[in-house]
């Protein structure tokens, strides 16, 4: 009697390891598609949902007014993403979930939860309160995370700092204030047309005034937090399993607690929320953008301290890292290339710069102990992207760093650089198997290293 393998068999590959045709739902295009699809079905309903309660004209008065703070808010998130950028797809992700998924999630959970504490209750002013200082702020806060976590787990690669947690979570906020603003600020438009209200005594302007003129970071600077969280949890080694998974709930409980104490201003008398907005919530904006900034700055001293030791191996010119640490020798490189060589030359130019600022952060990674296995290889796919540009990268630095300074520095290998791997100790190397490089007699090799 013929019988069948319990399991299906495939062909073996060319090392004679069998080859597994990936499941469908695991093929890129349908995990893509059904993103897409989720995205625009909640951008749908959540537009139903908000010209329902607004009326059309009071949507697009919300929609006109509310979209003011938006560009402001993105421009300032990637700049402070300036010195790695991240990728378009992640931010037009993030924006899109806080604005569609992120707001229907809370648009129903908080209605849904506040409706029944109000009939469990008989007490609805009760039930509002509760539902704007408890509710409302875990719901929404919990809503805005998924989009953090979401990056955090399948584009881990773009998700390697703070920076990279405090941009995905203030542009997924972003989004979420765009769409509960216009809910607001068309509501508000309503009841000005229903009472004849106009002007600057009408409730639409002092909307206004509070939701995008003093508080357009509010939801921003509560979510990251959380981003902050899942921040610190990426530069943790993948051994801290326990730090990996309580720091981001220590960011989200906190964002949480902030969200909870602003939205309980207004109970806390007449000038309670003027005292916690210039007390609490500008002291804190103040922290965090210095938080932000000085990450920034420390991420740029990587670049100027990490990659010396790619120069000794010959991948990069001597006055590479003096450039690369520097947003402004940066800038003059893509303007030189630009000028050159067209608006091509200046995106190789600045995806170079990209792929060396990754580098720079891999191996400062790898010398804390902290990189993943696939170091090596990383590694390899970097200096491969970095030679490829090189034709047009290198004299564009070269000459943005004799404009910043005449003289750049020379870099002498130092004695932790004599064991094989970039100056890794051969038993903290992250991949024994992969290849220790040399360093070429000449600092400036004229050969590529990679395919020697």
């Known amino acids: 009697m013929a019988t069948s393998p319990p399991f299906p068999t495939y062909p073996p590959g060319p090392d004679g390891l069998v080859l597994r045709h990936p499941h469908w739902w695991q093929r890129r295009w349908v ?66 979930w806080g604005a569609c998924a ?115 970071f509010a939801h921003p600077l509560f979510t990251t937090l959380t981003g902050l969280g899942f921040g610190i949890a990426a530069l943790s080694a993948e051994r801290q399993r326990g730090r990996r998974v309580l720091l981001p709930v220590c960011g989200l409980l906190l964002a949480m607690s902030m969200h909870a104490f602003w939205n309980g201003s207004s109970t806390f008398g007449e000038f309670g929320f003027f005292a916690v907005y210039g007390a609490f919530m500008v002291p804190a904006f103040g922290l965090l953008t210095w938080l932000a900034i000085w990450t920034r700055q420390r991420e740029l001293r990587t670049v100027r301290e990490e990659l010396p030791a790619y120069v000794l191996a010959g991948w990069l010119g001597p006055a590479e890292p003096f450039a690369l640490a520097s947003m402004g020798a940066r800038r003059t490189a893509r303007d030189y290339a630009r000028h050159h060589h067209g608006r091509p030359a200046a995106r190789t130019v600045a995806q170079y710069e990209a792929y060396a600022t990754s580098l720079a952060f891999l191996r400062h990674r790898g010398r804390q102990g902290k990189a993943g296995a696939d170091f090596v290889v990383r590694e390899r796919e970097l200096l491969d992207e970095l030679w490829k540009r090189r034709e047009l990268a290198r004299p564009a630095l070269e000459y943005a760093a004799r404009a910043a300074a005449p003289a750049w520095p020379v870099y002498a290998a130092p004695a932790a650089m004599a064991w094989p791997g970039y100056g890794y100790p051969a038993a903290q190397m992250p991949s024994a198997s992969g290849p220790a490089y040399g360093y070429p007699t000449a600092p400036y090799s004229a050969y590529n290293p990679y395919r020697s």
């Open 102 to 216: 992120a707001a229907l999630i809370a648009i129903i959970a908080n209605s849904f939860a506040t409706k029944w504490i109000a009939t469990a209750t008989a007490d609805p002013a009760g039930a509002n309160t509760l539902g704007a200082t408890v509710i409302a702020p875990v719901v929404e806060e919990s809503a805005k995370a998924a989009s953090v976590l979401l990056v955090f787990l399948f584009r881990r690669r773009d998700f390697t700092g703070i920076v990279d947690g405090v941009v995905i979570a203030g542009i997924t906020a972003t989004g979420f204030a765009f769409t509960e603003n216009i809910l607001y600020l068309g509501t508000a438009f309503g009841t000005d047309q229903l009472t004849g209200d106009r002007g600057i005594a009408s409730v639409t302007a002092a909307t206004f005034f509070v939701r995008i003129v003093m508080s357009p």
């Open 31 to 96: 995990r893509y598609g059904a993103l897409i699809t989720l995205l625009a079905l909640s951008g749908l309903v959540i537009l139903a949902l908000v010209r329902r309660q607004t009326g059309t004209e009071g949507f697009v008065v919300g929609l006109l007014l509310a979209m003011l703070p938006v560009p402001w808010l993105i421009a300032a998130f990637r700049w402070l993403d300036r010195v790695e950028p991240g990728p378009w797809r992640n931010l037009i992700f993030a924006f899109a």
